[in-house]
């Protein structure tokens, strides 16, 4: 049971927040909750108008004389279950449970990402033995897929110059700062011809099995890309028989790697023997480049009712996916000159998906500079307007910048050597904190991001270190406690 985990506030909260369903843009019944949460500890609470929430506490005695502290997480998680998972996101609760030392969720996200952020939030305003001066908890809404409540955050809300974002995924690495990022979709409108005569046998193929992962944090680990390998298999191997691609898809979220792609085909039955031959080629090849990476991949052939396929893409159509999705890039573009073992820039390319007669190709670009990153949109835009195809830029926002002069950030680095008798790493991390946008709105506050050991978040592989969860509390709670020490 999460509730005898210590310490006990957290893990009780964090054990509601898992009966409680709130993928990104279904938080209703999650703000439901830290609103009730809020009225029956008597903490005041307010909602802005694009759902974020904000919850003060006045100090403790002998504290209020103690600079303000706003202590922020988001009340969304990453939706991703494994194949054969049966479970629904917008209305089960979370499988969370203990093993060993972590706690992980059956066959899903567990959402410790950022649940156990908000949860320590929470906990700090109810804990009675906790010393602080005034607090400010945030809480945004549909961080995982946009950022929309800290794109939404109005100056002059807060009162707090100082803010800790909880956030962040690595027990004893405190983050001062995080890459931009930037959305970009390429649409291409695909017509379809009748299945050619001599197509007698319809096939599902799936690559899956793999890790996935953050399209930031894991990005540099050199995890297979479902929908490139597949669009691979198409373009190098399945050239070789005549097929005709009936539809595609692969991946779920942008800022997660995709683990599965499907396509569906039509072929002669005479062919079959030799697609199934080219699978297991392919699959031999893939094992000996990534096996150590990714242990379970896996390609299956599967056949579809008849009735499933009623039509095929055009060959002029069939080949500008294949070929766009094979020469397409992703992954890590470049290292940090600066920053030792610190991606600089990078892109994902998360989902594909046919749609009303419509191929969508959605890519998450992030870097920790600006022109690099706008270098990645123009390479995108051109290979774009090669293929005549249509593209949208959207959700474009700046990185935050390091500030190792800090006041807070030396707080925590001396309340961390006085705990545990070490220094803590100071990071920048390859992903998008809500801090970066915090700064359009309040440029003078100053920010932290720290957090427990999270392995895997947006993957059903996500877990939560239960000893990190207890050492992060112990930072937390005495960086409040000493709040007097702030400048």
Not at 343 to 372: K, M, P
């Amino acid at each position: 049971m999460l509730s005898t985990l210590k310490p006990k506030f957290v893990w009780q909260i964090f054990n509601d927040i898992c009966n409680i369903p709130h993928p990104s843009h279904h938080e209703q019944m999650i703000t439901k909750y830290i609103v009730d949460f809020a009225n029956s500890h008597h903490i005041s609470c307010e909602l802005d108008k694009v759902g974020n929430i904000l919850l003060t506490k006045p100090a403790t005695k002998g504290m209020e004389h103690c600079p303000s502290i706003a202590l922020q997480a988001h009340m969304d998680m990453v939706p991703q279950k494994n194949e054969g998972t049966v479970h629904d996101f917008f209305t089960d609760p979370i499988e969370a449970y203990v093993d060993g030392e972590w706690v992980k969720a059956k066959g899903t996200t567990l959402g410790a990402d950022n649940g156990i952020g908000l949860a320590s939030a929470l906990a700090v305003l109810i804990d009675p033995a906790i010393e602080h001066g005034p607090i400010e908890v945030l809480v945004t809404t549909s961080e995982e897929t946009g950022m929309h409540g800290a794109f939404g955050l109005q100056p002059n809300w807060l009162k707090s110059h100082y803010l800790i974002n909880t956030d962040s995924e690595d027990e004893g690495e405190i983050f001062t700062g995080c890459a931009g990022g930037v959305d970009f979709t390429s649409t291409f409108a695909v017509t379809y011809a009748v299945i050619p005569e001599k197509h007698d046998c319809y096939m599902q193929i799936a690559l899956k099995g793999l890790k996935g992962g953050h399209s930031g944090c894991d990005i540099h680990l050199g995890r297979g890309n479902a929908i490139k390998l597949m669009a691979r298999f198409l373009a190098e191997y399945a050239q070789d028989i005549s097929f005709r691609l009936a539809d595609i898809k692969g991946g779920s979220l942008r800022n997660a790697i995709p683990r599965e792609a499907f396509v569906e085909i039509s072929l002669s039955k005479d062919d079959l023997s030799k697609l199934e031959s080219i699978i297991e080629q392919y699959k031999s090849t893939l094992q000996n480049e990534l096996g150590k990476v990714e242990p379970n991949l896996e390609i299956t052939l599967t056949e579809v009712k008849s009735d499933k396929i009623k039509r095929v893409l055009t060959t002029e159509h069939q080949n500008k996916i294949i070929n766009w999705l094979n020469s397409a890039p992703n992954g890590v573009v470049r290292m940090s000159d600066q920053l030792q073992g610190v991606v600089e820039t990078s892109l994902n390319l998360g989902i594909v998906n046919i749609e009303d007669n419509q191929l969508y190709v959605h890519f998450l670009i992030r870097s920790q500079v600006d022109s690099a990153k706008d270098a990645v949109v123009s390479t995108l835009i051109s290979l774009s307007q090669l293929a005549n195809a249509n593209y949208e830029i959207k959700g474009g926002y700046s990185g935050w910048e390091p500030n190792l002069n800090s006041s807070l950030l030396q707080l925590a680095q001396d309340k961390y050597y006085e705990i545990f008798s070490q220094k803590p790493k100071i990071m920048v991390i390859h992903a998008g904190l809500e801090c970066g946008l915090f700064k359009q709105s309040y440029p003078n506050m100053d920010m932290i991001s720290i957090g427990p050991t999270i392995v895997s978040p947006h993957s059903p592989d996500e877990k939560v270190n239960i000893q990190s969860v207890i050492r992060y509390w112990e930072l937390l709670i005495a960086m409040l406690r000493s709040a007097t020490q702030l400048k």
